[in-house]
């Protein structure tokens, strides 16, 4: 990628909402409050359906402020300059999300009892979910195959950095009581008891009936028609014909698009950069 996108530390950002002064006072002065509630992922690994799960587990499933709020501005990210203004001025308890690796999150962050879930996804979906999305938005330099586009992505020379560093980044979290980690495929798989455990990790009780609504109202179907979650009222000079965020809400679509050779490259550097990690902790191996 050459494009003239902006870098803060070594990592690549998008072109529009950033700035290279709010992400050094985001780390440096921004102070994360105890009762904050922040969602973490990588890009393209579920950020915008667990922000929509953790807003209607907070109103017991009331879609009221889903379907009338867009959630750039019920969680805000706040490492955009618009977010951060937002996340300053939210009413406590906050909740707001983050695609920023560890290194660059809240310094507050770690010396505070706020609450983190951080979301995984297998890096050969979000790589082929980064590729539609990007290839439709004018915010980056658009990768013109799926090829260049990996290659990148393997370089980490996309927006937010490295896959492989973001989540060892992150996974070094783990332990930490405040601090969920979730994966895009457990949520896929088993929506309901990924549900409860957000719940319990919230100190959340909720009655099952309102656990449905929840699951009804955070759903691929309900996102995709909701002009609230779906991105559609984003300005159009960011988008192009065909921009969709809810594309295909699925687990190994990768198999759809990476050639056999492709596949065997993608393993050779993901099982070099994950080693060391405990079997079966990742759901999708
Ligand atoms: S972003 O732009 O980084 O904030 O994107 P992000 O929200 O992290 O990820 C987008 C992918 O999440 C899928 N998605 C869902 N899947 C299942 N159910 C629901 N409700 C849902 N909402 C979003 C979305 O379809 C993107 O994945 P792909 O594989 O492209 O379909």
């Not at 709020?69 to 951060?84: A, H, K, L, M, Q």
Request: contains cysteine; neutral net charge.
């Amino acid at each position: 990628m050459s494009d003239n996108t902006p870098w803060f530390e070594g990592i690549r950002f998008p072109m529009v909402c950033f700035s290279p002064e709010i992400l050094r006072e985001v780390r440096d002065k921004f102070l994360v409050k105890d009762e904050d509630t922040i969602t973490v992922t990588y890009p393209k690994s579920g950020t915008n359906w667990l922000n929509e799960i953790v807003c209607l587990i907070l109103s017991k499933g009331d879609p009221k402020l889903v379907q009338s709020v867009p959630n750039w501005d019920r969680s805000p990210w706040i490492e955009f300059t618009g977010g951060y203004e937002l996340v300053k001025g939210q009413k406590d308890p906050r909740v707001y999300t983050s695609h920023l690796p560890l290194h660059l999150f809240p310094k507050s962050f770690f010396s505070s009892k706020a609450k983190v879930i951080y979301c995984i996804r297998n890096p050969r979906d979000a790589l082929v979910s980064g590729y539609f999305f990007l290839s439709k938005m004018n915010v980056t330099e658009k990768p013109e195959t799926l090829q260049q586009y990996m290659e990148w992505f393997l370089q980490g020379n996309v927006i937010y950095g490295s896959w492989f560093e973001h989540v060892r980044g992150w996974l070094s979290m783990r332990e930490m009581e405040n601090v969920l980690v979730l994966s895009y495929e457990d949520l896929i798989k088993d929506t309901r008891s990924t549900v409860e455990k957000i719940c319990q990790f919230l100190g959340k009780k909720l009655k099952p009936e309102e656990t449905d609504l929840v699951l009804k109202y955070s759903s691929f179907q309900f996102m995709k028609e909701n002009e609230m979650s779906n991105f559609t009222l984003l300005p159009h000079a960011y988008t192009t014909e065909g921009f969709t965020l809810l594309r295909k809400g699925t687990v190994g679509d990768w198999k759809n698009h990476f050639t056999v050779a492709q596949a065997e490259a993608f393993d050779k550097i993901y099982q070099e950069k994950m080693a060391g990690y405990p079997p079966k902790l990742f759901s999708w191996e």
